[in-house]
T-cell receptor, first 115, second 109 residues
């Protein structure tokens, strides 16, 4: 079964540092997403990406965050000047289309710990 | 996107059928109903999706009444490995999925 791959599985960083979370979506998918889940809380939408640009973003996705598809396979989330409250699981997802009759495939996540 | 309401938690025993109902009173005409499963420290996993009536796959069944204001996820003969959080999502994706609090299902031996 095809899968979304995320690296690293766990990242520890110091407050104020920049981190880049990496994702390899399923190869024939066109829509890409980042979500985050703070420990014990629900999964929160951050951003969706299609055709090399952001389609939608939540209020969480402020200037501290950016996304990029640097090549034909990777999809990255950059968090500048990390804060303690950025500690969470970050999930990448991809789907073949963005309409409601399709499924999104999620990666296993990157656990980000900001100290 | 339609707001969903589902029980916060449910308990069951191995071998039983589990039904989790989700209310979505303001579902729109174009909205689909999708259920995801999430294990601790893992990403959500698609279970099933439907628009109306009944949908069945190898994992679960989804029952949707004619008014579509609710839906029921049915898991036949659950096992310990079905212990997870189950999310009901409603809406035309349009670039995002909105997760609620989900239902924490605990399956006991």
């Amino acid at each position: 079964e095809p899968e979304v791959t995320q690296t690293p599985s766990h990242q520890v960083t110091q407050m104020g540092q920049e981190v880049i979370l990496r994702c390899v979506p399923i190869s024939n998918h066109l829509y890409f997403y980042w979500y985050r889940q703070i420990l014990g809380q629900k999964v929160e939408f951050l951003v969706s990406f299609y055709n090399n640009e952001i389609s939608e973003k939540s209020e969480i996705f402020d200037d501290q965050f950016s996304v990029e598809r640097p090549d034909g396979s990777n999809f990255t989330l950059k968090i500048r000047s990390t804060k303690l409250e950025d500690s969470a699981m970050y999930f990448c997802a991809s789907s073949a289309s963005r309409y409601g009759n399709t499924e999104a495939f999620f990666g296993q996540g990157t656990r980000l710990t900001v100290v | 996107l339609a707001k969903t309401t589902q029980p916060i938690s449910m308990d069951s025993y191995e071998g039983q059928e589990v039904n989790i109902t989700c209310s979505h009173n303001n579902i729109a005409t174009n909205d689909y109903i999708t259920w995801y499963q999430q294990f601790p420290s893992q990403g959500p996993r698609f279970i099933i999706q439907g628009y109306k009536t009944k949908v069945t796959n190898e994992v679960a069944s989804l029952f949707i009444p004619a008014d579509r204001k609710s839906s029921t996820l049915s898991l036949p003969r659950v096992s310990l490995s079905d212990t997870a959080v189950y999310y009901c999502l409603v809406g035309d994706i349009k670039g995002k999925l909105i997760f609620g609090q989900g239902t924490e299902l605990s399956v006991k031996p």
